[in-house]
């Protein structure tokens, strides 16, 4: 069993690794990103804070609106009542964090929470995985330890300070940022020799 599972391993990273090195600039452009956006949140955590709470209000009132249209055009009538409900819920969402933004800051910040720990193993699962086909197979894993670690200290602590916890988001955006950057690189390297 062992055995086998070894195998199904090493041959997921042999047609993984070579599409990661293949695409090495997704790495770096997903750094660059992050450390623009912790720049941006460190020195302006509450107009991070509000514009988050502004484009999540906005995504969700435009996209109950395109639900409710489809429902309304569904010949399907289960299709339409579930449709219409979602379209429904998410103008209400969207309205509610419009209306009340501090309670919408401690909602996103769980969900944001949720997000970072789920990536984290993901990528720590990952990072395992590869650990025979590449060399640096640990930046991969420290960005998975830390996505998991940043995880839990949000959902342990969401309504703990927003500006606080922006500012932590900010931190982990840097890092994870710069972690990414060098990861690519590495992959840029692998896949010169490749």
Known sequence: MAISSGLGAAVVASRVLPALARHWWVF???GLVGVAFGLVAFFYPVATLYTFIVFYAVFSIVD????????VR???MGARWWL???GILSV?????????PGFTAV????????????NGVVEIVGAIRLRAEIDNEWLLLIHGILSALFGLIVLAHPSGG????IWFIAAFALVSGSVLIVLSFRLKALASKA
Do not use: P
Request: proline share 0%.
């Open 84 to 86: 219409g409900l979602i």
């Open 74 to 76: 569904q010949e399907n």
């Open 107 to 118: 909602a996103l910040l769980t969900l944001i929470g949720i997000w970072a720990l789920v």
């Open 92 to 100: 209400v969402a969207g309205l509610a964090a419009y209306l009340w």
């Open 28 to 30: 770096l452009l997903r």
């Open 162 to 165: 927003a500006l606080a916890l």
């Open 64 to 71: 109950g609106v395109f639900a409710f249209l489809s429902a």
